[in-house]
């Protein structure tokens, strides 16, 4: 692949003209403010410098070597949990995540990547059974120093690993991961005439393998063939987010390659974020690949879908709301940034949870507004992290529910952390799960 076509920037100067090949981007915001509003950063630290425009304007001051603290600059851009609120609210149609992905990119190709990114990024996500190994061995050793916080939640934590992780709560790993221990599943297609890849990236795969087996045996009830390869890896928007464009296009050329090995109708994710970031940043670096690739990357981006669409638009399915039973369990819903915003499905969703007599949805205050994950930005930035989460929080608990369902593993993470630490008694569930959970066992 010909990810060497922008040389990463020597200097401070190199950088400002790599900045001002942003310019027709940045010069289209109005200053307005009315990313204010929506930014779930600025809500919690109401600092100018975290909001869009604010970011904006330090990118303009470097690119014009008006300020020459590339690492400050660099720290404030990291302070994004990339949702996408800002571009969805910015009546001056501003590319943002457009501008924010490539400024994150020079920035981080002038300073470098750290040692610890560099492992994971360039060692670790590339080589999926090296990945599977790992997960495999901290499954095995994670019961000497990990202990149950909160039961309904099924969250834990390690206070042994406080000093490098903080307070976190999380789910227990599984003893191998879904790919692992499926391997190569090449099914034919059945009597819905109709074939998909099953991309699950990281999560689904390595951490919720729950959610995966959950995903496969609907579509094998509603006969579709599936094609899930145990190589495909990470779909790379971890490792862009964190500025390393040349370590992205590797993991995208990768997944290229994989997913060349068999012909489908759609691929599928039951991950918005993987789902977003196929449709949305896999084209955005057309210009670095070759040829068969773009004509790859065009088509995927066309035929990428969450699961809940292809199941509700695609394939037909029909949700019929129904009554709930006596006994019915309370729900709310939590729309996930990527999927909401990014990709348009919040109604889906919601009609599987309405078809299932033993639900009850009862919709939460701002249903649509960040839990505050945002991938690294969680990892980076925790206590902001746990500040934007308790606002959402505050929204579940507000409704009385017995689970919180969402569509994205990074909320999952994000939903059973907060509520763990409040002792809230309120399981979470992707809705992929409750839909699976009300099918038989076989057809």
């Known amino acids: 692949m010909p990810d060497q076509e922008r040389p990463r920037p020597a200097s401070l100067k190199d950088l400002a003209e790599h900045l001002l090949s942003l310019d027709d981007l940045l010069v289209s915001c ?20 975290d909001v869009t425009r604010g970011k904006i304007a330090l990118l303009e001051n470097l690119a014009h070597e008006t300020i020459k603290d590339a690492k400050s600059v660099n720290q404030r851009l990291n302070r994004c949990l990339l949702c996408g609120s800002c571009q969805t609210n910015c009546p001056s149609g501003v590319k943002i995540m457009e501008i924010f992905i490539k400024a994150r990119s020079f920035v981080a190709g002038y300073l470098g990547l750290g040692p610890i990114k560099r492992l994971i990024f360039r060692q670790i996500l590339p080589r999926p059974r090296l990945f599977n190994l790992i997960i495999r061995l901290s499954g095995f050793g994670q019961k000497f120093f990990i202990k149950r916080v909160n039961q309904t939640v099924n969250a834990f934590k390690a206070p042994i690993l406080n000093p490098f992780i903080g307070d976190r709560r999380f789910p227990s790993l599984p003893d191998q991961s879904f790919s692992a221990r499926h391997g190569l599943i090449d099914s034919e297609v059945g009597s819905s005439n109709l074939k998909v890849a099953l991309f699950l990236g990281c999560a689904p795969d390595k951490l919720f393998s729950g959610l995966s087996e959950a995903t496969l045996k609907i ?6 063939g599936v094609f899930a390869s145990p190589d495909l890896v990470c779909c790379g928007l971890p490792v862009l987010a964190s500025g390393d464009s040349q370590g992205f296009l590797r993991l995208t050329a990768h997944n290229l390659k994989e997913l060349a090995k068999s012909s489908f109708d759609y691929l599928v994710t039951p991950c918005a974020t993987c789902a977003a970031n196929i449709k949305e940043n896999w084209p955005r670096f057309m210009d ?20 809940t669409e292809f199941l509700v638009s695609v394939l037909k399915v029909e949700f019929p709301p129904t009554t709930p039973a006596p006994k019915a369990k309370i ?21 599987i949870i309405r078809s299932l007599s033993d639900y009850m949805l009862v919709e939460m205050p701002e249903a649509d507004r960040c839990c505050g994950h945002g991938g690294s930005f ?13 606002r959402k929080r505050d929204n579940i608990v507000s409704v009385n529910p017995d689970l919180v369902v969402t569509g994205c593993p990074a909320c999952l993470l994000q939903l059973m952390d907060t509520l763990s630490r409040n002792n809230d008694q309120i399981a979470v569930k992707h809705v992929v799960e409750l839909y699976a959970d009300s099918l038989p066992i076989s057809r």
């Open 378 to 390: 969680s990892l980076f930035h925790y206590d902001l992290s746990k500040d934007i989460g308790q």
């Open 219 to 224: 579509l094998r009830y509603h006969k579709v």
């Open 30 to 49: 109005m200053r307005c403010g009315l990313c204010q509003a929506v930014c779930p950063v600025y809500g919690s630290t109401y600092l100018e410098a």
């Open 331 to 351: 729900v709310t819903y939590h729309d996930s940034c990527h999927l909401k915003k990014s990709l348009g499905v919040a109604d889906q969703p919601r009609a």
């Open 288 to 307: 670095r690949y070759l040829e068969e690739e773009k004509k790859a990357v065009a088509a995927l981006s066309v035929k990428t879908l969450d699961v």
